[in-house]
T-cell receptor, first 115, second 117 residues
Framework: AQSVTQLGSHVSVSEGALVLLRCNYSSSVPPYLFWYVQYPNQGLQLLLKYTTGATLVKGINGFEAEFKKSETSFHLTKPSAHMSDAAEYFCAVSDHNFGNEKLTFGTGTRLTIIP | GAVVSQHPSRVICKSGTSVKIECRSLDFQATTMFWYRQFPKKSLMLMATSNEGSKATYEQGVEKDKFLINHASLTLSTLTVTSAHPEDSSFYIC?????????????FGSGTQLSVL
């Protein structure tokens, strides 16, 4: 079984400040890890994903995340927040058994940017 | 890039009526589509996995007769909420898997906000 825990349902940062959204996962097999962003009344857009290889993954809009197996974490960061980053962010995990890659999502973190 | 179209984006219906939500992959063939439900301030919960030409696989606790899924073609899956009740009000999102060539990606629709009066 897999699970995802996102610490902090709401995070507020000032424009230009560092963004850090936390995600810890539990998986019985080596996981695939994802971060998605959801803008109001829209579907999810993939920010980045980790499958294998380099543990520091760069995504769109200046976001990146680092897979730390020892800490079972996949925290999302961005050096400098923009107003347009305000949205809901979801961390997700899947196993990668071929043909059975179902995503398990965390409960989400709402990011607010303070002008 | 690949796009998944979900329609309608918003629907309001009376209790007891049925509502159909469509999910289309516009520029790729999707042998597998997923249907999620999202409650306010909650995460997405997978309802079912839809495979083209076969019966959908439902997650535990999801009523098959309540949420009918049809995946009749490689580009279209539909979710029908039958005899809808206020507790069915939710945000429903579909996703479609693109496995063409060397890429494999999962694309999400923009969601459908269902309100049952």
């Amino acid at each position: 079984a897999q699970s995802v825990t996102q610490l902090g349902s709401h995070v507020s940062v000032s424009e230009g400040a560092l963004v850090l959204l936390r995600c810890n996962y539990s998986s019985s097999v080596p996981p695939y890890l994802f971060w998605y962003v959801q803008y109001p009344n829209q579907g999810l857009q993939l920010l980045l994903k980790y499958t294998t290889g380099a543990t520091l993954v760069k995504g769109i809009n200046g976001f990146e995340a680092e897979f730390k197996k020892s800490e079972t974490s996949f925290h999302l960061t961005k050096p400098s927040a923009h107003m347009s980053d305000a949205a809901e962010y979801f961390c997700a995990v899947s196993d990668h058994n071929f043909g059975n890659e179902k995503l398990t999502f965390g409960t989400g973190t709402r990011l607010t940017i303070i002008p | 890039g690949a796009v998944v179209s979900q329609h309608p984006s918003r629907v309001i219906c009376k209790s007891g009526t049925s509502v159909k939500i469509e999910c289309r992959s516009l520029d790729f063939q999707a042998t597998t589509m997923f249907w999620y439900r999202q409650f306010p301030k909650k995460s997405l919960m997978l309802m079912a996995t839809s495979n083209e030409g076969s019966k959908a696989t439902y997650e535990q606790g999801v009523e098959k007769d309540k949420f009918l899924i049809n995946h009749a073609s490689l580009t279209l899956s539909t979710l029908t909420v039958t005899s809808a009740h206020p507790e069915d009000s939710s945000f429903y999102i579909c996703s479609a898997r693109d496995r063409q060539g060397a890429r494999e990606k999962l694309f999400f629709g923009s969601g459908t906000q269902l309100s049952v009066l």
